[in-house]
């Protein structure tokens, strides 16, 4: 929205900067994390005050979990998506189609997110929105977003697959292009939706991720650099840094809430909106097996509850102590602080190695 002011620029006064997407990113950061500081506290006394028993506790998870976190209130995802969304329209290119196609996938995602904690507080039961309606809705909105994307797609890579490292390596993935886009959104989502069971173990590393994920759409968006990286250029991506910026923002305002011991916790509202921005900008920018580098430890923790499914079906018998695998490491008697910060070190990490990819050809 604010880009329009560039258009009064002369070119030697302050309404230039706006013509920069580094600088309008530096304004939706900072726009997001201010509202989430003035809007948190009385977010939180609103929904403590409509959620009087708090978020659901599993009966089956750590005993401490029933006794330490009874009563604090969910859906806090609405704090991080709101302050996300009115950032991004505030600061980013109203004209650009990729943050369009971005925010429907948040919203939407956060939308299913939204109803099933709803659901879950005023039955006060871990089973809120039927699991099968909530696949078959994001697998919708992830199908909308890939058809999208791949119109904005240059033609010598709409319905192809990059390869990491290899350089001008594309695979035409042709129709099946569309169900693996939805299979790297709807499992992204689910797979930190997946990971949100411990104070702060979810938001750090989205935070890590959607910093790595807004630098690679900055990088692919511009010539000079595609052609020193030799990577793939992707037009228009750059503007999805304000996008990644803002939630960096609003995700460490809601950090401040979410730091052990938990004031809040974002829900489903907050992890399948976030999880599903990650794989829409992974789908947009065409690094969609980046992404698996990047949240390598969100694909961990999917994992982990698929093995001890299959394995538990097949034999009767647990791989893990508990799934996900954070709640292993619980088990185990690791502190909950030991397995947030530990986490935390290894999305670092991951992200770093995803980055790395870039200048590996």
Excluded: C
């Amino acid at each position: 929205m604010l880009y329009f002011l560039s258009e009064l620029s002369d070119g030697g006064d302050a309404f230039n900067l706006f013509r920069y997407i580094t600088f309008r990113s530096g304004g939706a950061f900072f726009t997001a994390l201010i509202l989430s500081f003035i809007f948190g506290a009385p977010l939180i006394r609103r929904l403590r005050k409509m959620q009087k028993n708090g978020q659901p506790i599993r009966e089956d998870g750590p005993t401490s979990h029933i006794i330490q976190k009874a009563g604090t209130p969910t859906m806090g995802g609405v704090l991080i998506l709101g302050t996300l969304f009115f950032s991004s329209l505030l600061w980013a290119r109203s004209d650009n189609g990729y943050v369009w196609i971005v925010l429907l996938v948040t919203v939407g995602f956060g939308g299913i997110g939204f109803l099933d904690d709803y659901l879950k507080v005023t039955k006060n039961n871990v089973k809120g929105f039927s699991s099968k309606a909530r696949i078959l809705l994001g697998l919708l909105i992830s199908l909308i977003a890939a058809y999208l994307a791949q119109k904005l797609h240059s033609d010598d890579l709409s319905r192809h697959l990059a390869l990491p490292i290899f350089k001008d390596t594309l695979l035409n993935l042709g129709i099946i292009y569309f169900p693996f886009a939805m299979i790297v959104i709807v499992g992204a989502a689910n797979a930190v939706n997946l990971t949100d069971g411990l104070d702060g173990l979810a938001i750090m590393p989205v935070i890590i991720a959607a910093g790595t994920l807004g630098a690679i759409a900055y990088v692919v968006g511009r010539t000079d650099f595609t052609a020193y990286l030799d990577v793939h250029y992707v037009e228009g991506t750059g503007e999805l840094l304000v996008f990644t910026s803002a939630l960096v923002g609003a995700g460490l305002g809601f950090l401040w809430y979410n730091a052990p011991p938990a004031a809040v916790f974002m829900g489903d509202t907050g992890s399948l909106a976030l999880g599903g921005a990650l794989g829409a900008i992974a789908v947009a920018t065409k690094h969609e097996l980046v992404l698996a580098i990047v949240g390598g430890l969100f694909v961990v923790e999917a994992l982990s509850v698929i093995i001890q499914v299959l394995y538990y079906k097949r034999t009767g018998k647990r791989v893990f102590l508990m799934a996900p695998i954070h709640h292993h490491f619980e088990k185990k008697g690791w502190g909950e602080s030991q397995i947030v910060i530990r986490f935390w070190i290894i999305a670092l990490i991951l992200a770093l190695i995803g980055l790395a990819t870039l200048k590996l050809r």
